[in-house]
């Protein structure tokens, strides 16, 4: 009887305890009025979003998560609820330069990006009015002579009355198509379109096709008032990936059959224990049984 309380009362500390762990919220946390004071100078425009998306993704996300609801890889704050969205802009940048337990301070980053985060973060709950978005295309050409490598992308406006318009100024990404997600190439500076709606890159060397070099370029779009588009491309400027089992080098990224050496190893030496530990527990079941059954007779 004694054994059922103690065991009850431990599941119920237990219980109670997670339940807290995962209902606490943070402290309350407030700016100083001087600086809840100070107006947001960075106007909330496509540009500053866009800015601010760049370096919610790269700066934010992993902890606030994809729409800012604090259920990232940590706890975070939520930065959706009403009593986030009442304070003021200054009050969220004294916070964000001024940092709190696992909260980063951002002191060092320039104030104009910090501002345009905070713009973000208030139009990722923004009840958003459903604007339709427009249409675009996205074309290819490739320039096979001469081993110039180069990929030009063209971004045309779909009108509603069936037209396609050059678009100017739209970001376009590159990728060589991956088994995983695409691989992102040139990299080095954004890729605006010009006024025919078009953007070049040289395609970089050295990137991994199939067993004939064969690769997949993609282009995409991914801009705030238009569909997302893409469209993909196949060249043969690929490094060749060898067939060979034994000579080929083996990485993480790579099919099953290139798998490190070290990652079987782990693996196999993983299973191999846990199996071990299986088979000695029921070994030493079956002992007890037996003994139990000499003990019988
Ligand atoms: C390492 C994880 C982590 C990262 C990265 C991070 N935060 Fe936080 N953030 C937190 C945690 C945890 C809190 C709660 C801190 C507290 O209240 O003690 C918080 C709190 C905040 C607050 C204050 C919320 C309030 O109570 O008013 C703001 C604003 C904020 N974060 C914005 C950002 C922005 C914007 C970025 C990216 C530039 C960012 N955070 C990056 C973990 C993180």
């Not at 998306?53 to 259920?71: I, L, M, Q």
């Not at 905070?118 to 050409?141: C, E, H, P």
């Not at 060979?244 to 224990?273: H, M, Q």
Request: hydrophobic residues 40%; contains cysteine.
């Amino acid at each position: 009887m004694n054994l059922i309380y103690k065991t009850g009362a431990t599941i119920f500390l237990f219980l109670c305890t997670s339940f807290l762990a995962v209902s606490q919220d943070f402290p309350p946390w407030d700016a100083p009025e001087s600086a809840s004071k100070v107006q947001n100078p960075v106007e909330s425009n496509k540009e500053s979003l866009e800015a601010g998306k760049a370096f919610y993704n790269a700066a934010c996300k992993a902890c606030h998560g994809e729409k800012g609801r604090g259920d990232g890889l940590i706890k975070a704050a939520n930065l959706t609820t009403e009593k986030f969205l009442l304070q003021t802009d200054g009050a969220i940048f004294w916070k964000m330069q001024t940092g709190r337990g696992q909260m980063l301070s951002f002191k060092a980053s320039p104030p104009e990006q910090i501002w345009s985060v905070i713009n973000y973060v208030r139009n990722l709950s923004a009840k958003k009015a459903i604007i339709a978005k427009r249409n675009a295309i996205v074309q290819l050409a490739i320039n096979k002579q001469s081993g110039s490598k180069e990929v030009t992308a063209k971004i045309l406006e779909l009108t509603s009355d069936k037209q396609q318009v050059p678009l100017e100024n739209i970001k376009v990404s590159f990728f060589a198509k991956r088994y995983f997600g695409n691989m992102a190439v040139a990299v080095d500076a954004p890729h605006s379109t010009d006024a025919n709606g078009e953007t070049t890159i040289t395609f970089p060397d050295g990137i991994i096709g199939d067993e004939n070099g064969a690769l997949t370029i993609v282009a995409s779009i991914d801009d705030m008032d238009f569909n997302p588009a893409e469209t993909s491309e196949q060249v043969s400027w690929g490094l060749e990936n060898p067939k060979n089992y034994w000579t080929e080098r083996r990485s993480l990224w790579k099919n099953n059959d290139y798998v490190p050496i070290w990652l079987l190893i782990t693996f196999a030496g993983g299973a191999i224990t846990v199996w071990s530990f299986i088979i000695y527990v029921m070994f030493q079941i079956m002992k007890i049984k037996l003994i139990g059954d000499k003990l019988k007779k």
